[in-house]
C-alpha cells in the first residue's frame, strides 16, 4: 500500500454524479483488465474489443502497457517494485474512466496476483472485470511480435515474464479466453457478451 503523503487535502464530490454520466451515455463505466503473458493477444484483443463497443456507441478507451510507459509511468522499469507501482498507477486511471461511466480496458502483463486484487479493489463491486488471455508459453515465444522473448533467452533482457520473472495466473478471473484456440473476432464477441450478461452494456436488439 502506498502512504499517503499529503496533507490537509478532501476528496470534492462534482455536481455531475457517476449515475448522470451513465444514464447519458446508456451504458455503465467498468474496468476491463486484459492479463497474460507477452504475445497473449491482450492489446490485440482489448482493441478488437473497443472497436466493436465503439460501433454500438460505447464509450471506451485502451490503456496499453507500452504507450502508458511512454508516459505516465516513463520513471519506472521492470523491477517488481517497479511493476507493481505501474499497476497501481494504471489501476487508479482506469478507475477514474470507469468513475467518467467510461469503460476502460487495460492491456498489461500484470503478472502479480496481488497487485490486480489490489487493482480491482479500487472499485464498486462489479466494477471490474478480470480477463485472463490464456496462452501457452511456448505459442507466445512462437509469435513474439517485439522480438523480446530471443532478447530474454539471449540474456539481453532481465527480468522478463515468463522466463526469469514469474506470471501468477489468475484464479477466479471473470472470463477467459484461449487466444491460441479462438480467433480474435471469436474471444472479442464473448467479452462483449460477458459485458452484457453483466448488465454493463445494453444487448443488441
Known sequence: MVEQKATNITWHAGAVTRADREARNGHKGAVVWFTGLSGSGKSTLAHAVEGLLFDRGVRTYVLDGDNVRHGLNKDLGFSPEDRAENIRRI????????????????????????????????????????????????????????????????????????????????????????????TVEESAARVVRHLEDAGIVPRTP
Not at 480496458?105 to 472485470?129: C, E, H, K, V, W
Not at 515474464?161 to 514469474?166: F, S, V
Open 91 to 182: 489501476g487508479e486511471v482506469a478507475h477514474l474512466f470507469a468513475s467518467a461511466g467510461v469503460i476502460a480496458m487495460t492491456a498489461f502483463i500484470s503478472p502479480y496476483l496481488n497487485d490486480r486484487q489490489l487493482a480491482r479493489s479500487l472499485g464498486r463491486p462489479g466494477d471490474f472485470l478480470e480477463v485472463y488471455c490464456r496462452c501457452p508459453l511456448e505459442t507466445c515465444e512462437q509469435r513474439d511480435p517485439k522480438g523480446l522473448y530471443k532478447k530474454a533467452r539471449a540474456g539481453e533482457i532481465r527480468e522478463f515474464t515468463g522466463i526469469d520473472a514469474p506470471y501468477e495466473s489468475p484464479r477466479e478471473p471473470e472470463l477467459t479466453v484461449w487466444t491460441a484456440r479462438e
